[in-house]
């Protein structure tokens, strides 16, 4: 039962973890609002008087709460910081990190909106009274992070006091998703749950709740061994116990670990770093199941196992190896699936439905689309793959529906949905599209990392993108400069430059310096350069060096432009490196705005396109398109639609247009429009001759003006994130950022650099 066992994920340090959270905005989350707040009109709409209509309305009928308030898509992450992950009792202020983190995955993988409540105190009855009365502000709350044995008694009150689901993650999400997890290891390894053998470390909140699922689904009270820092759980000890404990207390000689692992099936760990030695897991059944699931370090690591045993199917709760059991693949789907249906609890029903429907995808054929969010190869069932990535875009729509199906079935909806076909579709639209391309970018590129010239390495905020590409395993960071002055730098602004993967280049001192000098000579010798102006650019400029290393097949792609404006270091670029044969260079920006990727082009080389060009544009954006993963729908764009208004301007377009219907491309398009018509369903409506199918994923402009004009607005005014303009058509890959761009910006550019690399 060979598996893989490298740490193939990303990994970060812990400046880059702090650096993250301190970027901007301090935190990780912020609220904005979801109606115009301009004029007079809309003050007296959504304040004194307006509001007073809703209020009447609400305390006439309660339930209007849903349709006039955020309550019905709204959950509050709440904790006390008494156990945060396996890191002990750190406070209630300490947590809020995590419980922010918490809360924009809800939002990332649900779209539901989510806010942290941190309340400070460890009284079990001033929490539950805090909680108590913030019922109306919610349509849910998810308690997080609040140690045994008060959370169960916390849970329990709030649950019978509350009219909406009150879910305390680490208890039901985590036994949710082992229990998934384990239906699929037993099915792996053709056990029987009835007769396996179960041993339980950690008797806190997540264990006391996987073993009674465990128990629910059908495993053998006897067969499980449930552990914690005295040993043993068994029936007759005194020592460190509850009632919780003393709930699931079996007979056995057993005292230690050690000795209920003897010959055990199974390890479920919920305690803490390095609680399980490999002397333990030597002594484990033939094909030994190792749940290691304390985050966020392990109970012991998939490499320490892979060392001994070869036949163990692992798991962990962190998202950098094979096998994440966590559940972060619980909480956003099942609160989703209990907010549509308007649910009173998420009972048991639901849990066990949440359960089976994750089970039961990673069983089935990973389709195309799916597959690039997975490391490594398309997985197929098997002991490297028994549980979905979070990163699976069907988590959003098989697990909702599983449990709003299952919350109606056991009448604890209170608006069942009539069409679970139609709301599947929603929930998929629901995905964040631009988020999984980037995800899939990276994934491919970690499957064949790459050299990336980081041309500007003197700059402290290339270097902490280099430290970073090299951290997520992407590949090689070269950084071109001078070694003293990198040195300094980096030591200045407290970044570790010594390690595997990262290499310094300085272009005077190389080994390769006069190859370059003597390749750029006989580029530019007919173009009014002497051999010694091609010497001092190599000499001098980072840019002809690095464009040079990856013509020579040095380095695989370069990332620029934090020292230089986008137009010069194109030039500087563009005396080395051609465009592809047969293809034209162009800028295309990705812009994502409310839920939509839309691509623009051209962003950034041509000034005012003819017809001719405007068409290769549209050519290569849709090639573009295609290979970011998006059947590309184009929309020519002017500020005329159909031919009203006449302009000169607008007549190009429509040049355009014909010259593609003579080139018989094979993707949709249709202009010239404005560009309300081409982004607005009923708009477009009016002109029913038009031949795209749906608004446009492509927009072609007019010319860069407007292009650069329209993106940067839709950046600054509108609250879009724009990536780009990316360099398409060129015969190497070479991205060059912004003046102003942060470190993870130029990451990004450098992942899809060696993207464009492998393509
Ligand atoms: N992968 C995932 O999705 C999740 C993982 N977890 C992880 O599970 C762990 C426990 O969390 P939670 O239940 O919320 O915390 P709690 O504080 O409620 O419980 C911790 C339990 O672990 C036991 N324990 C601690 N250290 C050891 C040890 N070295 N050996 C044996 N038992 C030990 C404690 O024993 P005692 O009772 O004697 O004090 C206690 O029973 C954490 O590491 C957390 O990160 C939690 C939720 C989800
Ligand atoms: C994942 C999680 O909730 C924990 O480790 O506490
Ligand atoms: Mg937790």
Not at 729 to 736: E, R
Request: net charge negative; with cysteine.
């Amino acid at each position: 039962m060979a598996r893989k066992t490298e740490n193939n994920g990303p990994s970060v340090s812990a400046q880059e973890a702090l650096e993250f959270h301190a970027m901007g905005r301090p935190g990780k989350l912020e609220i904005v609002a979801t109606k115009p707040m301009a004029t007079q009109r809309d003050l007296s709409l959504a304040y004194s008087p307006g509001v007073a209509v809703p209020v009447l309305a609400i305390a006439e009928d309660p339930s209007r709460a849903f349709d006039y308030t955020t309550r019905g898509n709204m959950v509050a992450v709440i904790s006390n910081g008494t156990a945060i992950l396996g890191l002990g009792n750190l406070g209630a202020l300490a947590s809020k990190p995590v419980m922010e983190g918490k809360a924009v995955l809800f939002k990332r993988f649900a779209d539901v909106d989510s806010i942290d409540l941190e309340v400070d105190t460890e009284d079990a009855d001033e929490f539950i009274n805090c909680v108590r009365y913030l019922g109306p502000s919610f349509g849910g709350i998810n308690l997080e992070d609040i140690k045994a044995p008060e959370c169960f008694i916390i849970e329990q009150r709030l649950r019978e006091l509350m009219d909406i689901p009150v879910f305390h993650d680490d208890q039901h999400g985590t036994a949710i998703i082992s229990a998934a997890g384990l239906i699929n290891a037993l099915e792996v390894t053709g056990r029987d749950m009835r007769t396996t053998r179960m041993v339980c470390n950690g008797a806190g909140a997540a264990g006391i709740a996987c073993i009674e699922l465990m128990k629910a689904m059908g495993f053998a009270p006897e067969n499980i061994i449930l552990c914690d820092t005295k040993g043993v759980v068994f029936q007759g000890r005194t020592e460190g116990m509850n009632q919780w404990k003393s709930a699931h207390a079996v007979k056995t000689e057993a005292r230690s670990l050690a000795e209920a692992l003897d010959g055990a099936d199974i390890f479920l760990g919920l305690s803490a770093k390095g609680a399980l030695t490999t002397r333990m897991v030597q002594s484990m059944a033939k094909n030994p199941i190792i749940f290691a699931m304390a985050n966020p370090d392990p109970e012991i690591t998939p490499e320490e196992v892979a060392k001994i045993r070869t036949d163990a199917i692992m798991a962990t709760g962190r998202s950098d190896y094979p096998n994440q059991v966590n559940n972060v693949l619980g909480f956003p789907y099942i609160f989703r699936g209990a907010l549509d249906v308007r649910a009173t609890t998420i009972n048991d029903d639901m849990k066990i439905a949440a359960a089976r429907a994750l089970a039961e995808l990673a069983r089935q054929d990973v389709p195309d689309d799916v597959a690039a969010a997975y490391q490594g190869n398309r997985p197929k069932f098997g002991p490297s793959y028994i549980i979905p990535v979070p990163f699976d875009p069907r988590l959003i729509s098989a697990i909702p529906l599983a449990v709003a199906k299952a919350a109606m079935d056991s009448g604890v909806a209170r608006k069942p949905i009539l069409d679970l076909d139609r709301y599947a579709q929603e929930l998929s639209a629901r995905r964040d599209p631009i988020a999984s391309t980037l995800q899939r970018i990276y994934d491919r590129v970690r499957r064949q990392p790459k050299r990336i010239v980081f041309a500007e390495g003197e700059e402290e905020q290339v270097m902490r993108a280099a430290v970073s590409y090299v951290n997520q395993r992407l590949g090689t960071a070269i950084l071109l400069g001078r070694d003293d002055v990198i040195e300094e730098n980096a030591r200045h602004a407290g970044i570790e430059l010594n390690k595997q993967g990262i290499e310094i280049i300085n272009a005077r001192l190389s080994r390769r310096n006069s190859v370059y000098t003597d390749y750029l000579y006989e580029r530019m010798q007919r173009k009014g350069f002497l051999f010694r102006d091609c010497q001092r650019l190599i000499n001098n400029d980072r840019n002809h060096f690095a464009a040079c290393m990856v013509a020579l097949g040095d380095a695989d792609g370069i990332v620029t432009g934090v020292t230089r404006n986008y137009s010069t270091a194109l030039d500087d670029i563009r005396r080395v490196i051609d465009a592809k044969p047969g293809h034209r260079v162009i800028g295309a920006s990705i812009v994502l705005a409310r839920g939509r990727t839309v691509i623009v082009a051209d962003t950034a080389v041509h000034d005012m396109p003819n017809a001719e060009q405007i068409a290769d544009i549209a050519e290569e954006a849709a090639g573009f398109a295609r290979r970011m993963g998006y059947e590309p729908r184009l929309a020519m764009l002017a500020y005329s639609t159909f031919g009203h208004p006449q302009g000169e301007r607008s007549e190009r377009v429509q040049e355009a247009v014909r010259i593609l219907d003579k080139r018989r491309v094979d993707f949709e398009y249709d202009g010239e429009m404005a560009a309300d018509v081409a982004l607005n369903a009923r708009a477009m409506a009016q002109y029913p001759f038009i031949r795209l199918t749906g608004p446009a994923n492509v927009l072609i402009m007019p010319a860069f003006h407007s292009a650069s004009i329209s993106t940067k607005m839709l950046q600054e005014l509108g609250g879009s994130t724009v990536i780009g303009p990316l360099l398409v058509g060129l015969n190497k890959p070479v991205q060059i950022v912004s003046l102003n761009a942060k470190d993870s910006d130029i990451v990004n550019m450098a992942a899809i650099a060696a993207y464009t690399a492998g393509a």
